[in-house]
């Protein structure tokens, strides 16, 4: 647990090769458990144990689309505390749902079309069974300060202290909100840009429908930040940002691979999304010469059952069937992905 946080910051130079300022990407790959949600998974049980709201033999109960949850999980593990993560039935939670019983966490699926709100209905009605401590990451102080305490620190320190726009998706809201928070106190000129899914905006007034943006977009305004000094539904008055910009699904899919294929960074697709709304930046006059900073969020490793691997997925289920040839006799080399356009 001691190793989360701390993660490198790298500039691309082939995403946006016309772009005179730079573009730095904070890769929270690199935590122990794969995503920027270790450093609030950490965070939250820590802070409930000092405070005495987490005692010894109480369950953790968490609703998440899975990167928080593989972070509480891990850290459970680590601290000899039961888990219960609550999810939607969908099969992009595949592979969350595998990391988190690895670890030894127990999942409830609940019905995917009832959504955030059939996750929150089940984590409340866990939370108030005797033993039970709910992490709260859409409502706990403790996500966006940990953001507050280093994320922003990190960033502010590895960019030189020069960081003119902050790009990341909102999910809960709070690596925006603690991050930008910390920015704007050294430099209240910096941009804090709030990234969420075309399909989705509800932060600018419209409504939620499905999207496959995994990670941010969840239909709800988040408790953590608000507008123009004027409070969103239910915000708890962070003030930081400036900007809600946007992708859609299929722009977020798109810059995940070309991050991959141009930078050697495989990236999820929030990510994806949240280097599209870089590039929209840099196209801007004002953004010339400046340092854009990206949050990448997660690796895309995470995300084999989401449309993001679909092409390469059909082509190595032909590539590799599950029942092979075994006949010594047949030619030495039976596939060359050459053959194919796929790419990831």
Known sequence: ????????????????????????????????????????????????????????????????????????????????????????????????????????????????????????????????????????????????????????PEIYEQAGGKVDYFVHGVGTGGCVAGTGKFLKEKNPAVKIIAVEPTESRVHVGEGPSPHSIVGIGAGVITNFFEMDGVALQGAGGAGVVDEFLHASSVEAVDWARKACCLEGMMVGPSAGAALKVAADLAARDEAAGKTIVVLVASHAIRYTSHPLWADVKAEAAKALPAAPDLSPDRETLVYNSMMTEVSF
């Open 1 to 152: 647990m001691d190793t989360i946080g701390h993660t490198p910051l790298v500039q691309v130079s082939k995403l946006l090769p016309s772009f005179s300022g730079r573009v730095l990407c904070k890769m929270e790959t690199q935590n122990p458990g794969g995503s920027v949600k270790d450093r609030i998974a950490i965070n939250i049980l820590r802070k409930a144990i000092e405070r005495g709201d987490l005692k010894p033999g109480m369950t953790v109960v968490e609703g998440t689309s899975g990167n928080t949850g593989i972070g509480l999980a891990m850290c459970c593990a680590a601290l000899g505390y039961k888990l219960i993560l609550i999810m939607p039935q969908v099969p992009p939670m595949t592979e969350r749902f595998m990391i988190a019983r690895a670890f030894g966490a127990t999942v409830h699926l609940t019905a995917a079309g009832k959504g955030f709100a059939g996750i929150k209905e089940h984590y409340d009605d866990l939370c108030k069974e005797e033993g039970m401590f709910g992490a709260g990451q859409f409502t706990s102080k403790d996500n966006p300060d940990a953001h507050y305490a280093t994320t922003g």
